[in-house]
């Protein structure tokens, strides 16, 4: 149980053009979902929480206009990076939480990450 | 504000040896969770092991177990039986215990299994 999917699972685009990267619970609903970025030996840097139904909390310093974040259903957000350059590329993952009240309720489960490179 | 270290940023074993990974953390919480993730090369992130605060008992999965001592604000992760495929990026992550709350996560320790 937990599985979280993320589609597409890589993407090359041009400069200047819109990205939508899809993150769904598989086998759960879930009332608040993720979206991380990773860049190359780091760690998971936290872009915004998104709750079904009401708009995305972003965290400092990530532009809400750049990365549009929806999430209409209890089982998926997305992900829209908008007019995306090179330096918007990177490695971006979901990760979904099952609602409180269950025995794991709090974890986080990943989804297996969207390459984005921007040329 | 919470702080997770991970004091060990690269370690290697040989295969079937016994490996420990070090976290500690900074709270002012009583009650929360902490998480070891492991991220192997595909960098899909796998939860490990997740360890509720107010249970004195440590977790254990198989092959790893977490020494857990709340005093001191330490969640060590004990890997067993080290095999190939424990190879991984090992991410120590805290979470508080009120409602969906962000993850705080380490910078990570890179573990290599040697054959």
Same mark, same amino acid.
């Given at each position: 149980?937990?599985?979280?999917?993320?589609?597409?699972? /890589?993407?090359?685009?041009?400069? &200047?053009?819109?990205? #939508?990267?899809?993150?769904?619970?598989?086998?759960?609903?879930?009332?608040?979902?993720? /979206?991380?970025?990773?860049?190359?030996?780091?760690?998971?840097?936290?872009?915004?929480?998104?709750?079904? &139904?009401? #708009?995305? %909390?972003?965290?400092? &310093?990530?532009? #809400?206009? #750049?990365?549009?974040?929806? $999430?209409?259903?209890? %089982?998926?957000?997305?992900? %829209?990076?908008?007019?995306? $350059?090179?330096?918007?590329?990177?490695?971006?993952?979901?990760?979904?939480?099952?609602?409180?009240?269950?025995?794991?309720?709090? %974890?986080?489960?990943? &989804?297996?990450?969207?390459?984005?490179?921007?040329? | 504000?919470?702080? *997770?270290? @991970?004091?060990?940023?690269?370690?290697? *074993?040989?295969?079937?040896?016994?490996?420990?990974?070090?976290?500690?953390?900074?709270?002012?919480?009583?009650?929360?969770?902490?998480?070891?993730?492991? @991220?192997?090369?595909?960098?899909?992130? =796998?939860? *490990? =092991?997740? @360890?509720?605060?107010?249970? @004195?008992?440590?977790?254990?999965?198989?092959?790893?177990? *977490?020494?857990?001592?709340?005093?001191?604000?330490?969640?060590?992760?004990? =890997?067993?039986?080290?095999?190939?495929?424990?190879?991984?990026?090992?991410?120590?992550?805290?979470?508080?215990?009120?409602?969906?709350?962000?993850?705080?996560?380490?910078?990570?320790?890179?573990?290599?299994? =040697?054959?």
């Amino acid at each position: 149980g937990a599985v979280v999917s993320q589609h597409p699972s /890589w993407v090359i685009c041009k400069s &200047g053009t819109s990205v #939508k990267i899809e993150c769904r619970s598989l086998d759960f609903q879930a009332t608040t979902m993720f /979206w991380y970025r990773q860049f190359p030996k780091q760690s998971l840097m936290l872009m915004a929480t998104s709750n079904e &139904g009401s #708009k995305a %909390t972003y965290e400092q &310093g990530v532009e #809400k206009d #750049k990365f549009l974040i929806n $999430h209409a259903s209890l %089982t998926l957000s997305t992900l %829209t990076v908008t007019s995306a $350059h090179p330096e918007d590329s990177s490695f971006y993952i979901c990760s979904a939480t099952p609602p409180t009240g269950r025995p794991t309720s709090g %974890t986080q489960y990943f &989804g297996p990450g969207t390459r984005l490179l921007v040329l | 504000a919470q702080t *997770v270290t @991970q004091s060990q940023p690269e370690m290697s *074993v040989q295969e079937a040896e016994t490996v420990t990974l070090s976290c500690t953390y900074d709270t002012s919480e009583n009650n929360y969770y902490l998480f070891w993730y492991k @991220q192997p090369p595909s960098r899909q992130m =796998i939860l *490990v =092991i997740r @360890q509720e605060a107010y249970k @004195q008992q440590n977790a254990t999965e198989n092959r790893f177990s *977490v020494n857990f001592q709340k005093a001191a604000k330490s969640f060590s992760l004990k =890997i067993s039986d080290s095999q190939l495929g424990d190879t991984a990026m090992y991410f120590c992550a805290f979470l508080p215990d009120f409602g969906n709350e962000k993850l705080t996560f380490g910078t990570g320790t890179r573990l290599t299994i =040697i054959p």
